[in-house]
């Protein structure tokens, strides 16, 4: 029963044997139950306090309607409840199942209900991350340190700042840390990785703070995960659910896992000199195995022992290939059913011209999907301007698609004059597939748009001279106004003219 406030319970007593009211008519003016008004007069007649009451404070008519309980001479033996807080962090394992343990070892122990009051009033004093109770391999908490670690390059002195990833398990508090250069997505997702080796398994969920690396756009409720960081939780088979914004306790273990690695790894460390992530993490592990080791105040064991315990039966196996960090870029396939990655470009079938695709790439790897579907692959290649092309992803007789073609450009090229057609059939025969010319005649049959058609005919018949038929060159001449210069017209460089330092042919003689 709730207990009410003194100046409702002084109400209730006045009602009763002042105003004459029935306990019904009491509980409809107070607005509140008639049991409770049953139950304080009866605690009032208990009490032997008569009416009026006495001049009494409050506090003094509390502690006559509240008695206190007299002490059982019954001794009831309790749990280790520290003990029973771990034990419910093993997958199953409930409080009902706890008691009839507990009480089939004591059958003189306390009852169910009292068995839970006892639990839940031991677990109000303990630290409040410690308070959470997590299940064995179910979630890892990861998250940045707050303080960096200072790495020495020898050769010039200069310091730079290395940054401490945190990653916690949730059951047993095993900690994992280690140094990277930066957040960037390839050290986040890298550190992630090594953590769940260091584990010697996956858990079932991923716990990160809404770091710009791991979660693309912030949400309360769904948050945009990076594309990369999706492909390595798929990788690996773990869910990933970031924190909320503004709730702390969603991320309480992250935040304790960072206090105690600033506390002690980072301070203890921060006399030393480090000239390498190498050296600085070879001292951090030294250090970890050491908090890990350390025993818990309020809880039996260690992080360690736990760990073994607990946490480590619980963690799926590790895949059997290692995560190779890949990104992924949107693209839409050009005329010459070609996508453009890093100045490179890689076919895919031709049936998707002007569609978006999805392209991830890693150092070694292109891959291409179309609506979740892979459409091609291709070996990384690094030379711009090229293009790597599949035999099976032209269509027959080389026609790209049905609104272009070799004969469509050259028709295009005749309209502007002799001189942008012999360009365009220049460019044309410089590719072992005219379909890999496509993008370059495109571009320079739109410059005549922006500049004119006289200009680009007049810039085509310069290239050609020049043998400089690349749209980049015309592009130049065009912007340069070199194609209104004739060529026995251009302004002498600056090195052809006398000049002081310049010693000449006849300073060798």
Known sequence: MERLSMRKIRDILRLSFEAKLSARKISQSLQIGRATVSDYLNRHAASGLGWPLPPISDTALEQCLFPPAEPSSVQRPLPDWGQVHQELRRPGVTLQLLWIEYKSRCPEG??????????????????????????????????????????????????RPAQIFVAVLGASSYTFAETTWTQGLSDWLGSHARAFRFFGGVPEVVVPDNLKSGV????????????????????????????????PRDKAK????????????LAVLRDRQFFSLEEANQAIRALLDALNARAFKKLPGSR?????????????????????????????????????LAGHYYSVPHALVKQ?????????????????????????????????????????????????????????????????AGLIERALQQRAHPQQAYRSCFGILRLGKDY????????????????????????????????????????????????ANLRGTDYYH
């Not at 409040?128 to 990861?142: D, I, N």
């Not at 948050?223 to 970031?242: F, I, Q």
């Open 254 to 265: 992250a935040e304790a896992g960072v206090l105690l690695v600033e506390r002690w790894i």
């Open 304 to 340: 360690r022992s736990q760990f073994e315990a607990i946490d480590r039966p619980a963690l799926r196996p590790l895949p059997a290939t290692d995560y190779v960090f890949a990104q992924w870029k949107l693209a839409r396939v050009h005329v010459d059913y070609h996508v453009e």
């Open 110 to 159: 306390l009852q169910y209900s009292a068995f839970c009051n006892h639990y839940r009033a031991w677990r109000g004093q303990v630290d409040r991350v410690m308070r959470q109770t997590h299940r064995a391999g179910e979630k890892l908490f990861v998250d940045y340190a707050g303080q960096t670690l200072p790495i020495i390059d020898r050769a010039t002195g200069e310091i």
């Open 216 to 247: 693309s756009k912030a949400h309360r409720y769904e948050p945009d995960l990076n594309p990369s960081y999706r492909d390595l939780a798929e990788h690996y088979g773990v869910a990933v659910v970031p924190a909320r914004v503004r709730k």
């Open 356 to 420: 978006q695709v999805e392209l991830r790439y890693t150092d070694q790897t292109v891959e291409c999907f179309h609506k979740g579907q892979r459409v091609a692959s291709h070996r990384r290649a690094h030379l711009k301007g090229h293009h790597t092309t599949l035999a099976e992803h032209m269509p027959k007789a080389h026609q790209a698609y049905a609104d272009w073609s070799p004969e469509r450009f050259r028709r295009w090229a005749q309209t502007f004059g002799p001189a942008t």
């Open 452 to 499: 004119g058609p006289e200009r680009l005919e007049a810039a085509c018949a310069r290239a050609l001279r020049l043998n400089t038929c690349s749209y980049r060159s015309l592009e130049s001449i065009l912007q340069k106004g070199l194609d209104q210069v004739t060529l026995s017209e251009q302004p002498e460089r600056p090195l052809d003219r006398p000049h």
